[in-house]
Structure formats: C-alpha cells, structure tokens
C-alpha cells in the first residue's frame, strides 16, 4: 500500500512562498524541497495526491493486463503478430523447398 501522506512539511521562518511569491510565513514540503504558504502547501499536497493517483490507476492497470497476458499469452496483439509472422514464414520456407524439389527432380 502507497502512502498518501506524501506532502509533510515543516514551518520555516518568513520566506517566500513558490506558488504566491509573496513573504509569509512558509512550509517546506519534506518531498521536493519548496517552501510554501499554508495555502499553497495544501494546493501542493492536493497536487501531489492527484499525481499519485493517477499513477497508481496506471500501476492497476497495467497489472491487469499483464495478468490477462499471462493467462491468455496468444491474445496480445504483438503475440499474434509474431505467430502470424512465424506461420508466414514456414509456409515460404515450405514453399521454397517444394518448388527447388521440383526444379531438382527431372535432374535426378
């Protein structure tokens, strides 16, 4: 499990907030070093949690379709084109040698 609590921060004395600019008391956010004002560190820790998110519906789905590739390998497309691919060539390479047997036989 992710933890959501990414965005700690601790109080600094006045600095500048990054967001605002303007000379308020701030907070760094532990996470990426910025200080903020309380109103935009909460902006900044509501980014963040979107950011996560939509990084674990990613990880969810990209879990899926691995699991569905592993239970049916033959449905990726990519699989299906290499089979495709593979099937094509041996009947070439079938092709082939047929048509050198012919060629060869009245020699024979």
Same mark, same amino acid.
């Given at each position: 499990m992710v933890n959501k609590k990414m965005a700690t921060a601790t109080e600094t004395s006045r600095n500048y907030c990054f @967001?605002?600019?303007?000379?308020?008391? !701030?907070?760094?956010?532990n996470g990426c070093s910025k200080r903020f004002c309380?109103?935009?560190?909460k902006d900044h820790e509501n980014e963040l949690e979107l950011e996560l998110d939509q990084i674990e519906n990613e990880r969810n789905i990209f879990r899926q379709t691995l699991s569905e590739q592993v239970e049916q390998p033959n449905k990726h497309d990519l699989i299906q084109q290499i089979n495709q691919w593979e099937q094509h060539s041996i009947n070439n390479? !079938?092709?082939?040698?047929?048509?050198? !047997? @012919?060629? @060869? /036989?009245?020699? /024979?």
């Amino acid at each position: 499990m992710v933890n959501k609590k990414m965005a700690t921060a601790t109080e600094t004395s006045r600095n500048y907030c990054f @967001i605002c600019e303007k000379e308020k008391s !701030t907070y760094t956010c532990n996470g990426c070093s910025k200080r903020f004002c309380k109103q935009h560190l909460k902006d900044h820790e509501n980014e963040l949690e979107l950011e996560l998110d939509q990084i674990e519906n990613e990880r969810n789905i990209f879990r899926q379709t691995l699991s569905e590739q592993v239970e049916q390998p033959n449905k990726h497309d990519l699989i299906q084109q290499i089979n495709q691919w593979e099937q094509h060539s041996i009947n070439n390479s !079938t092709n082939c040698r047929r048509k050198q !047997t @012919i060629d @060869i /036989e009245p020699y /024979e």
